[in-house]
């Protein structure tokens, strides 16, 4: 009779142990180990402000919105009888005919200072006449340099940037 009266508590613990197994198995089998690598893009994402200062000057910065440092640098184009030259922007530099690097590494996040491009208006300019400055910028990354300890520009590499 002593058996009978624990029956029914073994009967219970047996029904929990069933209900919790299936879980636990899923556990220990519901994982696995992966092999291989992923190559990871680090590439600068850029967007360029412009603004008109005043009728004679343009003001270009630009933000770096990737998640690589980078280098940045500006051509302007006018017509043939505007003449263009830079008045203000520290760390900006000439790198060609109208155009200018920024020296500084442009960190994710940052902004470059501002590029005021002053324009020499032609002779026979009157109020109301509309001149036409093209600005195109490029961005590269910022590739560290080991020997040197510092970042360098690498105008030469591909970037495609995946959105």
């Known amino acids: 009779m002593k058996k009978i009266k624990y029956l029914p508590v073994l009967l219970a613990v047996i029904m ?10 899923a556990y220990f089998t ?3 180990t992966a092999k291989g ?3 990871m893009a680090l590439v600068p994402k850029t ?3 412009e603004r008109t200062a005043n009728e004679s000057k ?3 910065a630009i933000t770096n919105n990737g998640n690589a440092p980078c280098f940045v640098r500006v051509k302007a184009f006018a ?3 505007v003449s263009m030259s830079v008045t203000e922007g520290s760390g900006w530099s000439a790198d060609g005919t109208n155009c200018w690097a920024y020296g500084p590494v442009v960190m994710p996040g940052d902004v470059t200072s501002d590029l005021v491009i002053a324009l020499k208006l032609p002779d026979d300019y009157k109020d109301g006449d509309t001149i036409n400055i093209a600005v195109v910028y490029e ?3 910022a590739v560290w340099d080991d020997a040197d300890g510092a970042y360098k520009p690498d105008w030469t590499s591909d970037v495609t940037v995946i959105d």
């Open 16 to 25: 929990i142990l069933c209900v919790s197994i299936g879980p636990a198995l």
């Open 30 to 32: 519901a994982f696995t």
């Open 37 to 39: 690598s992923a190559t």
């Open 47 to 49: 967007e360029i402000t």
């Open 58 to 60: 343009k003001v270009v």
């Open 79 to 81: 017509g043939d009888d």
């Open 139 to 141: 961005a590269t990354p």
